[in-house]
């Protein structure tokens, strides 16, 4: 005689880690249940942020006990919490195995945007970013991703501050060597009755890998924003050894391929380091680069990292006059150029600082500010 199935034995469902398709064809398949169930389960699990199923109440109590033994929701768990005087917000979260990741939540005016790590550490190891120190862990799931999205957006409710709109994959991790949760992920966000944060209101950050840039353009789920920081092949070699694997023409013919629309300009991301690529030359080598394409840059000044890292930085910040006479440069030759306000500074939340710090323990500076 067969046995029968024990349902009960089999792994829990991992709900967050469901696309809109796959979570159908769980209730249906699994749980013997009508299509419009599926529909309650995603507006509760995405647009209401609920994570007990006690709590969905147009479920019936039968689903509900079902639901409970046969899925979990799970969310990242806060374990410290960082305010910068900036009003930037760094949440140290830890996954359901225990790996620790950042998230950033930074204030725009009458919003916030999120920077979402991608991965557990980052393999690329660039030379002025605190996270390609750690090395790779592993890549997180769309589940783990969103859920930095579901605990961002719950810790500014609580706190009665405004919500997330936009959204940029620029935590850490290289977004591109995870493409496939990547593109999961961005397909959940645009879903209706979900997140809903419209694919333009998401920017993926990316160091530039040609053959996942097609796939990206190809799905119209998000524009990139190139971490280029270096106008020539061979500085670029200097300071990301491994990104510049790929040959900077190469990497420029995939973005002049990329498909954007009429408004649209690929963005273009340089981190000023003091000394190294931040001179008048440098300016004029990324004009000759960039002159004759639809783009946008962003100047970010370098963050050494804070005192409490105990490590002696790589290089230092460029002199202010530098930053300002490079960007005037680039704004005489009609590239438009963005000086961005290096946010969250004093609790290592800001570009090229994410990194667990040696004090950050469970329990630290809980709603704390970090100086
Ligand atoms: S800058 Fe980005 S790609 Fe480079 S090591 Fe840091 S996280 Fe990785």
């Known amino acids: 005689m067969t046995p029968t199935p024990n349902p009960a034995a089999a792994p829990k469902a991992d709900l967050l880690n469901l696309t809109r398709s796959e979570l159908e064809a769980f209730v249906v398949e699994d749980l013997r249940q009508p299509r419009f169930r599926a529909d309650q389960?995603?507006?509760?699990l995405w647009s209401r942020g609920v994570h007990s199923f006690a709590e969905m109440t147009n479920l019936s109590k039968d689903l509900k006990a079902k639901l409970a033994t046969r899925a979990d929701i799970i969310w990242p768990e806060v374990d410290v919490v960082?305010?910068?005087?900036?009003?930037?917000?760094?949440l140290l979260l830890r996954l359901a195995d225990g790996e620790r990741i950042e998230t950033v939540l930074i204030p725009m005016g009458e919003h916030y945007t999120q920077c979402l790590s991608t991965q557990v550490g980052c393999a690329m190891a660039c030379t002025f970013c605190s996270t390609g120190e750690l090395g790779l862990t592993r890549n997180m799931t769309m589940g783990e991703i969103l859920g930095q999205v579901m605990v961002g957006r719950a810790h500014?409710?609580?706190?009665?501050?405004?919500?997330?709109?936009?959204?940029?994959?620029?935590?850490m991790g290289e977004p591109l060597m995870n493409l496939?949760?990547?593109?999961?992920?961005?397909?959940?966000?645009?879903?209706?009755?979900?997140?809903?944060?419209?694919?333009?209101?998401s920017t993926v950050s990316s160091v530039g890998i040609p053959a996942a840039l097609k796939i990206l353009g190809d799905s119209g789920l998000a524009?990139?924003?190139?971490?280029?920081?270096?106008?020539?092949?061979e500085l670029r070699e200097r300071l990301?050894?491994?990104?510049?694997?790929?040959?900077l023409p190469e990497l420029m013919a995939s973005l002049d391929a990329y498909p954007i629309r009429p408004r649209e300009r690929v963005t273009y991301e340089y981190i000023?380091?003091?000394?190294?690529?931040?001179?008048i030359a440098h300016a004029k080598q990324l004009v000759r680069l960039l002159g004759q394409r639809r783009c946008k840059v962003n100047l970010i000044g370098y963050n050494p990292p804070p005192p409490q890292a105990g490590v002696t930085p790589p290089y230092r910040a460029p002199e202010q006059a530098d930053v300002l006479a490079f960007e005037e440069y680039l704004r005489s030759k009609r590239i438009t150029t963005f000086l961005r306000r290096s946010m969250g500074q004093d609790i290592a939340a800001a570009c090229g600082q994410l990194k667990l710090l040696a004090g950050e323990t469970v329990g630290d500076n809980r709603d704390g500010n970090g100086d």
């Open 41 to 44: 389960l995603w507006h509760w």
């Open 223 to 233: 524009v990139p924003a190139i971490s280029l920081h270096a106008p020539t092949q």
């Open 180 to 201: 496939t949760e990547l593109l999961r992920s961005l397909e959940t966000l645009g879903s209706a009755e979900g997140i809903s944060i419209a694919s333009r209101r």
């Open 272 to 279: 000023m380091l003091g000394g190294v690529n931040d001179s």
């Open 82 to 90: 960082r305010t910068s005087r900036d009003g930037t917000i760094k």
């Open 240 to 247: 990301m050894p491994k990104a510049a694997r790929v040959p």
């Open 156 to 171: 500014l409710a609580q706190v009665g501050l405004p919500t997330v709109r936009n959204l940029v994959f620029m935590g």
